[in-house]
T-cell receptor, first 113, second 117 residues
Framework: ETGVTQTPRHLVMGMTNKKSLKCEQH?????MYWYKQSAKKPLELMFV???????ENNSVPSRFSPECPNSSHLFLHLHTLQPEDSALYLC????????????FGSGTRLTVV | AQTVTQSQPEMSVQEAETVTLSCTYD???????LFWYKQPPSRQMILVIR??????QNATENRFSVNFQKAAKSFSLKISDSQLGDAAMYFC??????????????FGTGTRLKVLA
């Protein structure tokens, strides 16, 4: 068990669907992150939550909507996605400063058809 | 702006041999941290080793060690006695102060390591 759990592991959705990715950690961390990992591209930071407040939104399209109801849970709500949004979505957590490193989940492999 | 560069998209090593993965970075900060992460086919990124910029001593974790050259802004990872389970993507990462109050992570593009039996 990694300490950061992501569900579902795989997701196939149509462009008109609405779905949500879930991330959960019980490590006592107080910062959580969403990353997008596409083939042959650097990891893209999407959102950062620190102490349950969104502190970073890196020009992510509005069809991605994050939610952090408490320090242990993070969601990524998806709607009207495009095929280019197909990627591995990684959740990570850390202490606020992050200087002890991140703990990552195993990711959700998203395919938009 | 900070950058992290991994110039080797792919490397191969014979089992039990030693391999070095390269990473260079650019920053104007003096206080920062550097990491190597491993991402096997299972997809979960695992922290391999961490280096504090203010420490001159190179970090070591069992078969993994780094060569940290602060002036040259170089941070290479050495894997000794390579094992088949070391096959993975390896990402170099930098973390330094951010205006948002959190620390800003910058990842390299990764090096795919193949271990040959």
């Amino acid at each position: 068990e990694t300490g950061v759990t992501q569900t579902p592991r795989h997701l196939v959705m149509g462009m008109t669907n609405k779905k949500s990715l879930k991330c959960e950690q019980h490590l006592g961390h107080n910062a959580m992150y969403w990353y997008k990992q596409s083939a042959k591209k650097p990891l893209e930071l999407m959102f950062v939550y620190s102490l349950e407040e969104r502190v970073e939104n890196n020009s992510v399209p509005s069809r991605f909507s994050p939610e952090c109801p408490n320090s242990s849970h993070l969601f990524l709500h998806l709607h009207t996605l495009q095929p280019e949004d197909s990627a591995l979505y990684l959740c990570a957590s850390s202490q606020v400063t992050g200087n002890y490193g991140y703990t990552f989940g195993s990711g959700t492999r998203l395919t938009v058809v | 702006a900070q950058t992290v560069t991994q110039s080797q998209p792919e490397m191969s090593v014979q089992e039990a041999e030693t391999v070095t993965l390269s990473c260079t970075y650019d920053t104007s900060e003096s206080d920062y941290y550097l990491f190597w992460y491993k991402q096997p086919p299972s997809r979960q990124m695992i922290l391999v080793i961490r280096q504090e910029a203010y420490k001159q001593q190179n970090a070591t974790e069992n078969r993994f060690s780094v060569n940290f050259q602060k002036a040259a802004k170089s941070f290479s990872l050495k894997i000794s006695d390579s094992q088949l389970g070391d096959a993975a993507m390896y990402f170099c990462a930098y973390i330094g102060p951010s205006v948002s109050g959190t620390y800003k992570y910058i990842f390299g593009t990764g090096t795919r390591l193949k271990v040959l039996a």
